[in-house]
């Protein structure tokens, strides 16, 4: 892959600061201070992560607690055409608020643009380990050198048992109905959303792959589906596993959330996998459970059948292939736009089902 990607810079990280300090002494009602920001590396491709430590005097005690900051993107080209920080606080709120499962805990949103340019949320920060992104976890890291086997066949599974929690919770209860819109089922309103990312992605272009994919997609939809909130970007990239790397210390970026069949998560869990094995023709890490294992593991966590697994694996490769094709293009990758790794997995899926 290459290493160059859309992510949002910060040019002015001082100015940030001074900003973020003032609105921490604002809401906190008294003075807090801000040290270094640091932006890591390795991680996703779509927004911009703050770490830094806040700072506080509470009589004669000087108190300090470490923080997490997401901005919303603003580039030219970014990955996706809008981003609904709101919906993805929120969603990270009702689950942290009405179940056991774990998230973030939450310190504030802003709306407001005029304090940094663009929306962003603050969360403290949780301890312990997340699977790289940049180079992917079965290339290079920490899993890959540091892990033994036992351990990532444990965090593997923990992060299947914590999906299959979340896929049973009542969406209505959290507070979600409002994302049905009368009239479609759920999937028609992703297959809505996918077709227009496409012609908004390729900026007019046709995707070969990707347009073939989606109108298999549209021909093929599975009825009397169940609906929960789905995850959206269910992969291990996206956990952060405790120290002992025995289990799951918080669920991140929801930044997909949607309604949906739940089999919609784990298809993407398996999927992205394969794309960073198969896709880019390296063997998975030892370990890891078998796609067959996890599904198996996935029906008992959540209650759910996988009947319309296949339909999904065929929608987890449309959809990465279409975003791995716009961050391309974004890029200035045109010659991989077409046929990336992503896409020529997606062909080999759609040619096994004769599409």
């Known amino acids: 892959m290459d290493s160059e990607r859309p992510t949002p810079l910060v040019e002015d990280v001082d100015g940030i600061r001074r900003k973020l300090e ?10 807090v201070t801000i040290g270094e920001l640091n932006i890591p590396e390795g991680t996703g491709m779509s927004n911009v992560t703050l770490l830094f430590n806040i700072q506080w005097q509470e009589g004669s005690r000087t108190m300090q607690s470490a923080c997490v900051g997401r901005l919303q993107p603003q580039i030219e080209r970014p990955v996706f055409p809008d981003y609904d920080l709101s919906l993805q606080y929120q969603v990270m709120e009702s689950i942290g608020a009405n179940s056991d499962i774990p998230v ?39 899993l890959m050198h540091e892990a033994s086997n036992e351990q990532r066949e444990a965090i593997w599974y923990a992060a299947v048992d914590a999906m299959g929690a979340c896929h049973q919770l009542d969406y209505k209860e959290l507070g979600f109905e409002h994302l049905a819109e009368e009239g479609k089922t759920p999937l028609q ?6 077709q227009r990312y496409h012609d908004w992605g390729l900026e007019g272009s046709r995707h070969v ?18 609906t929960v909130l789905c995850w959206g970007d269910s992969r291990i990239g996206n956990v952060i596993f405790n120290e002992a790397l025995d289990g799951v210390a918080a ?30 023709g390296l063997p998975r890490l030892e ?27 065929i929608f987890a490769g449309t959809r990465y292939a279409l975003i791995l094709s716009r961050i391309m293009l974004a890029t200035g990758q045109e010659s991989e736009v077409q046929g990336n790794f992503a896409c020529q997995l997606l062909n080999k899926h759609l040619e096994r089902i004769g599409a």
Do not use: C, K
């Not at 663009?118 to 790289?132: K, N, S």
């Not at 309103?189 to 996918?194: A, P, S």
């Not at 991140?252 to 394969?274: F, H, S, T």
């Open 251 to 280: 669920l991140l970026d929801w930044e997909m959330a949607v309604l949906g069949n739940p089999v919609q998560d784990i298809a993407w869990y398996n999927y992205l996998d394969a794309t960073f094995a198969e896709g880019l």
């Open 287 to 313: 370990g890891l459970p078998s796609y067959e294992d996890t599904v198996a593991r996935w029906e008992h966590a959540s209650g759910f059948s996988a009947t319309h697994y296949n339909y999904y694996l």
């Open 209 to 226: 792959i990707g347009q073939r994919a989606l109108d298999w997609l549209q021909a093929n939809q599975p009825q009397d589906e169940p």
């Open 104 to 142: 973030p805990t939450l310190l504030g949103l802003e709306t407001d643009t005029s304090i940094l340019g663009v929306q962003f949320y603050v969360m403290a920060y949780t301890p312990g380990r997340i699977p790289p992104d940049m180079p992917p976890y079965n290339m290079d890291g920490w």
């Open 189 to 194: 309103q992703q297959l809505e959303y996918w």
């Open 22 to 31: 003032a609105w921490f002494s604002e809401r906190r009602g008294s003075r």
